[in-house]
């Protein structure tokens, strides 16, 4: 089965600076597919970027970018210029098929003004 | 916009009460999932249904089930509600399976104590 590791629970940065998530996986598939969702605290949990496996240029979304490494397995987000509204708990995931999405522990990110 | 939404956002049970947590979506989506979320943890499927009347447990389905009679509308039931139970619950929404890699959309959440 997929597994999927957030290895840092909390992190905070200062407003306007740029900030990095990391996000490792563990899966014997080719093919699949990589999200980064945020869980502001109104708590309704929205898409932040997705990325295809089998692209092996990175997602770009405005401010977010993500750097794939598919031999290392690792899936990190980059968020620039950070804004108050993007503190949230930010959950990296793993699809292969829809009824088998993993989720990660997630990542609590607070911006400081 | 797809909206998914749950009918209650904050609910306290007693233990061995049953309990049900509905969710609808207007998207016309085939696909619904129950998630709980608990800190540490992430989210973890409960289950999920592909089409009306379908459904196929996820990796923590004991204590729970789940009914899909109307495409729009998903429920996850706790038969006889526990203290372990007390979680946030989460439901969502996408299209077809067969098509992987679609957006998954969620709910607000429910927030359930179990007392």
């Known amino acids: 089965a997929q597994t999927v590791t957030q290895s840092q629970p909390e992190m905070s940065v200062q407003e306007a600076e740029t900030v990095t998530l990391s996000c490792t996986y563990d899966t014997s598939e080719n093919n699949y597919y990589l999200f980064w969702y945020k869980q502001p605290p109104s708590r309704q949990m929205i898409l932040v970027i997705r990325q295809e496996a089998y692209k092996q240029q990175n997602a770009t979304e405005n401010r977010f970018s993500v750097n794939f490494q598919k031999a290392a397995k690792s899936f990190s987000l980059k968020i620039s210029d950070s804004q108050l509204g993007d503190t949230a708990m930010y959950f990296c995931?793993?699809?292969?098929?829809?009824?088998?999405?993993?989720f990660g522990a997630g990542t609590r990110l607070t911006v400081k003004p | 916009d797809v909206k998914v939404t749950q009918s209650s956002r904050y609910l306290v049970k007693r233990t061995g009460e049953k309990v049900f947590l509905e969710c609808v979506q207007d998207?016309?989506?085939?696909?619904m999932f129950w998630y709980r979320q608990d800190p540490g943890l992430g989210l973890r499927l409960i289950y999920f249904s592909y089409d009306v009347k379908m459904k196929e447990k996820g990796d923590i389905p004991e204590g729970y089930s789940v009914s899909r009679e109307k495409k729009e509308r998903f429920s996850l039931i706790l038969e006889s509600a526990s203290t372990n139970q007390t979680s946030m619950y989460l439901c969502a929404s996408s299209l077809f399976q067969g098509n992987a890699g679609n957006t998954i959309y969620f709910g607000e959440g429910s927030w359930l104590t179990v007392v």
């Open positions: 995931a793993f699809m292969k098929h829809a009824s088998d999405m993993r």
């Open positions: 998207m016309d989506h085939e696909n």
